[in-house]
């Protein structure tokens, strides 16, 4: 490989289906993907690796830590093709559904998949700045309609169960000394929880208008949700590598008026 190509490094976003759907703009709000992309443009290549279903009407059922942890080795770049300057690891939603769900992942092998994706070999050759993203919080008002449309006589997952996911994300980011952005305290603040009040999301508490307009379908985010995780995505970065916030950072290439003159 010719040494002196210009190559940009990748911002690489990696989760489930709420990962894959930050390019989504299917009733023409905001963006995440297209405004991360927009911010770190002829800087950084934005590249999404979350996975679920392609389609929509397929279904939402995503990733959970266990095939995330074998996928990882395969989807990242050799160091020689392209370098991660930052990588998003956002997983949990599916782990923590209930023991009757196949997507379902022990507390003791979700922590032990965490441990193993944050410590890869492969990705530990980036050198990259990881951010680790806890689950948001699960509505569980909100998901009833889906469980109906399942079939489902019981929920498959709940708003406390969902916590002690959270719960393990932080203890692992702060066990490792990874950045740790709380997705699941942003929201629930956001709502007016306060420490020691039920869960705002679970039927042991009314129902939240703030997490109707957060999120879709009581696990997915809206363009609203998405908004905040965005702005808190930017401020964590501005807060733990000031030098690699959009401005900061060279062009790959020239601007136009520098650009292969003669």
Same mark, same amino acid.
């Given at each position: 490989?010719?040494?002196?190509?210009? #190559? $940009?490094?990748? %911002?690489?976003?990696?989760? *489930?289906?709420?990962?894959?759907?930050? %390019?989504?703009?299917?009733?023409?709000?905001?963006?995440?993907?297209?405004?991360? =992309?927009?911010? $770190?443009?002829?800087?950084?290549?934005?590249?999404?690796?979350? %996975? #679920?279903?392609?389609?929509?009407?397929?279904?939402?059922?995503?990733?959970?830590?266990?095939?995330?942890?074998?996928?990882?080795?395969?989807?990242?770049?050799?160091?020689?093709?392209?370098?991660?300057?930052?990588?998003?690891?956002?997983?949990?939603?599916?782990?923590?559904?209930?023991?009757?769900?196949?997507? +379902?992942?022990?507390? *003791?092998?979700?922590?032990? /998949?965490? /441990?193993?994706? @944050?410590? +890869?070999?492969?990705?530990?050759? +980036?050198?990259?700045?990881?951010? @680790?993203?806890? &689950? &948001?919080?699960?509505?569980? $008002?909100?998901?009833?309609? /889906?469980?109906?449309?399942?079939?489902?006589? =019981?929920?498959?997952?709940?708003?406390?169960?969902?916590?002690?996911?959270?719960?393990?994300?932080?203890?692992?980011?702060?066990?490792?000394?990874?950045?740790?952005?709380?997705?699941?305290?942003?929201?629930?603040?956001?709502?007016?929880?306060?420490?020691?009040?039920?869960?705002?999301?679970?039927?042991?508490?009314?129902?939240?208008?703030?997490?109707?307009?957060?999120?879709?379908?009581?696990? +997915?985010?809206?363009?609203?949700? $998405?908004?905040?995780?965005?702005?808190?995505?930017?401020?964590?970065?501005?807060? /733990?590598? &000031?030098?690699?916030?959009?401005?900061?950072?060279?062009?790959?290439?020239?601007?136009?008026?520098?650009?292969?003159?003669?």
């Amino acid at each position: 490989m010719d040494g002196n190509k210009p #190559r $940009y490094d990748q %911002f690489l976003l990696f989760g *489930d289906s709420i990962t894959q759907a930050v %390019f989504e703009q299917s009733d023409g709000g905001f963006c995440f993907g297209a405004a991360l =992309e927009n911010a $770190y443009i002829r800087r950084l290549d934005v590249v999404n690796r979350g %996975f #679920r279903y392609p389609q929509l009407n397929q279904g939402n059922s995503g990733y959970n830590t266990s095939q995330a942890l074998a996928a990882l080795g395969l989807l990242l770049p050799d160091t020689q093709v392209a370098n991660v300057r930052f990588m998003t690891i956002w997983f949990g939603a599916n782990d923590a559904c209930l023991s009757s769900s196949s997507q +379902h992942v022990s507390l *003791d092998t979700f922590r032990e /998949n965490l /441990n193993k994706i @944050l410590t +890869h070999p492969s990705l530990e050759k +980036h050198h990259a700045g990881i951010i @680790l993203l806890t &689950p &948001p919080p699960l509505d569980q $008002y909100l998901r009833a309609k /889906n469980d109906a449309e399942k079939g489902l006589t =019981e929920p498959e997952r709940t708003a406390e169960h969902t916590k002690l996911y959270v719960d393990v994300v932080r203890e692992e980011a702060s066990k490792l000394g990874v950045t740790l952005m709380d997705v699941w305290t942003l929201f629930q603040r956001e709502a007016g929880w306060k420490e020691g009040e039920p869960l705002i999301g679970s039927k042991n508490r009314e129902q939240s208008a703030v997490f109707a307009e957060l999120l879709q379908d009581g696990l +997915h985010l809206t363009p609203k949700g $998405y908004r905040l995780v965005f702005d808190e995505l930017m401020r964590v970065i501005q807060e /733990n590598w &000031p030098d690699q916030v959009p401005e900061k950072l060279p062009l790959v290439f020239p601007v136009w008026e520098d650009a292969f003159r003669d």
